[in-house]
């Protein structure tokens, strides 16, 4: 079942399907080395990007809650629906495995 929200945008035509994509932004030159990066300076950082193919904008989206350095190396990325599931991976700043959904 659609959310209020959702199906009002959809009854006013407004909807259509983006494409998100988990892309490295590198590492700021900038950062103090207790900021975060502990084991590899120059390590990638992922964050999730939204591409609308209609207008041709890329947006960055926010950390994942809990997650402010990003998303967890060699996770899953699972597309269900509206929603987006980040599944496991090794923690940025640990590098441990992670069992989180």
Same mark, same amino acid.
């Given at each position: $079942? %659609?959310?209020? &929200?959702? $199906? #009002? $945008?959809? @009854?006013?035509?407004?909807? +259509?399907?983006? #494409?998100?994509?988990?892309?490295?932004?590198?590492?700021?030159? =900038?950062? *103090?080395? !207790?900021?975060?990066?502990?084991? =590899?300076?120059? +390590?990638?950082?992922?964050?999730?990007?939204? &591409?609308?193919?209609?207008? !041709?904008? $890329?947006? *960055?989206?926010? @950390?994942?809650? /809990?997650?402010?350095?990003?998303?967890?190396? &060699?996770? !899953?990325? #699972? /597309?269900? !629906?509206?929603?987006?599931?980040?599944?496991?991976?090794?923690?940025?700043?640990?590098? %441990?495995?992670?069992? @989180?959904?």
């Amino acid at each position: $079942r %659609l959310s209020e &929200f959702r $199906r #009002l $945008r959809k @009854a006013a035509g407004v909807t +259509r399907p983006v #494409l998100v994509l988990a892309q490295a932004r590198p590492h700021d030159p =900038n950062q *103090s080395p !207790g900021d975060g990066i502990k084991q =590899n300076p120059s +390590r990638p950082i992922y964050w999730l990007t939204v &591409f609308d193919p209609v207008t !041709g904008c $890329r947006t *960055s989206l926010p @950390a994942i809650p /809990g997650m402010p350095e990003g998303m967890p190396m &060699f996770c !899953g990325l #699972l /597309g269900c !629906g509206s929603d987006l599931l980040v599944i496991g991976g090794w923690d940025p700043s640990t590098w %441990l495995a992670s069992k @989180a959904v």
